[in-house]
């Protein structure tokens, strides 16, 4: 019997090589959220530590002049925590728009692979079933011989 060839094998081979490409692009954007959750976390830690010191300073007292200064940059910091929680939020629908499509490649690639695994066991049926015809007509044979023989 001839050797088991998928008819779908490149197709098969094709969509593996989406869903690893996919797979690459879902890590980059992962890495990139991590980044910018980084990033995000550093802002509030500088708004926290110009806070406290804002705090600090306004128990020792300091001059109106420089409570505004302290005001204005929490201001400024509050702005850049909505920026970049703004980026961490489209990072994250990214993220998550890219993972619905490895799911959905992953799919398509494990649906074409189950149909290869089910040609396959009928093909290995379809082998053993002419082997076993293979010797049935063989000892059909033999037998034939010994009793023409005999």
Do not use: P
């Amino acid at each position: 019997m001839k050797k088991f060839k998928f008819s779908l094998d490149s197709v098969l081979s094709y969509k593996q090589q989406v869903l690893d490409s996919l797979k690459g692009e879902h890590a980059a954007i992962l890495a990139q959220v991590r980044e910018q959750e980084g990033v995000l976390e550093a802002v509030w830690q500088d708004y926290r530590d110009c806070n406290e010191e804002y705090r600090q300073r306004k128990m020792e007292g300091l001059t109106v002049t420089d409570a505004m200064l302290y005001q204005n940059g929490l201001r400024a910091l509050e702005r850049e925590i909505e920026r970049e929680t703004a980026k961490l939020e489209e990072l994250r629908r990214k993220e998550e728009k890219k993972r619905q499509q490895v799911v959905d490649a992953k799919i398509d690639t494990s649906s074409i692979e189950k149909l290869k695994e089910h040609k396959l066991e009928d093909y290995n049926k379809a082998v053993q079933k002419a082997e076993e015809t293979l010797i049935d007509e063989f000892v059909s044979s033999a037998r034939a011989r010994a009793g023409v023989g005999a």
